[in-house]
């Protein structure tokens, strides 16, 4: 099956630096890859996402780059603000299966 | 549109109990997703239900079961609980669409504490 792994687990960074985090994935199947962001008490909320004939994808701040050479796709989010402060998900999907990352806390420093 | 909601938001049941987690979906979604939240395996997949059939499976034990109503509301049941089930609880639900790519909105979860 699927395996997704995400690094780094934690992340500090001062307001207005730029933070980025990784995902790698296993299986050249997974054609969809959503990010999810959790603030505390909350459930996941999409804020991303890329499909596989897509290699970058931007939402003001936030931008998603997907590697299929290499399996591997990342989330960048620059100028952080505290708001930005939560646990971030990377996921990896075919059909409407989806396969997680272990999370990479953000914390951003004001 | 509303989004997913789940009942209850907290639980607190004892060992050997069973309980009974509820969500609905959004509004002409047809798929849900079932996914326990663990602080030291993050995000584990249950079940996925489409069209009142449980279309995929995670691996969990027998004791972890659901079902999916003709209105696309799903129940999810843990029975004989045990301390380790004391997780959030997560529902997803998707178009499920043709396309293969569904976007997937989570419901807040239902917090579950097992004593």
């Known amino acids: 099956g699927e395996n997704v792994e995400q690094h780094p687990s934690t992340l500090s960074v001062q307001e207005g630096d730029s933070a980025v985090i990784k995902c790698t994935y296993s299986?050249?199947?997974?054609?969809?890859f959503p990010w999810y962001k959790q603030e505390l008490g909350k459930g996941p909320q999409l804020i991303i996402d890329?499909?596989?004939?897509?290699g970058e994808k931007k939402d003001q701040r936030i931008a998603v780059t997907l590697n299929k050479t290499a399996k591997h796709f990342s989330l960048h989010i620059t100028e952080t603000q505290p708001e930005d402060s939560a646990v971030y998900f990377c996921a990896a999907s075919h059909g409407n299966q989806f396969y997680f990352g272990t999370g990479t806390s953000l914390t951003v420093i004001p | 549109k509303a989004g997913v909601t789940q009942t209850p938001r907290y639980l607190i049941k004892t060992r050997g109990q069973q309980v009974t987690l509820s969500c609905s979906p959004i509004s002409g979604h047809r798929s849900v997703s079932w996914y326990q939240q663990t602080p030291g395996q993050g995000l584990q997949f249950l079940f996925e239900?489409?069209?009142?059939?449980?279309?995929n499976k995670g691996n969990f034990p027998g004791r972890f079961s659901g079902r999916q109503f003709s209105n696309s509301r799903s129940e999810m049941n843990v029975s004989t609980l045990e301390l380790g089930d004391s997780a959030l609880y997560l529902c997803?639900?998707?178009?499920?669409?043709?396309?293969?790519?569904?976007?997937?909105?989570f419901g807040p979860g239902t917090r579950l504490t097992v004593l």
């Open positions: 299986d050249s199947a997974s054609n969809y």
């Open positions: 239900y489409f069209s009142e059939t449980q279309r």
């Open positions: 890329i499909r596989s004939n897509v």
């Open positions: 997803a639900s998707s178009l499920a669409s043709r396309s293969s790519y569904n976007e997937q909105f």
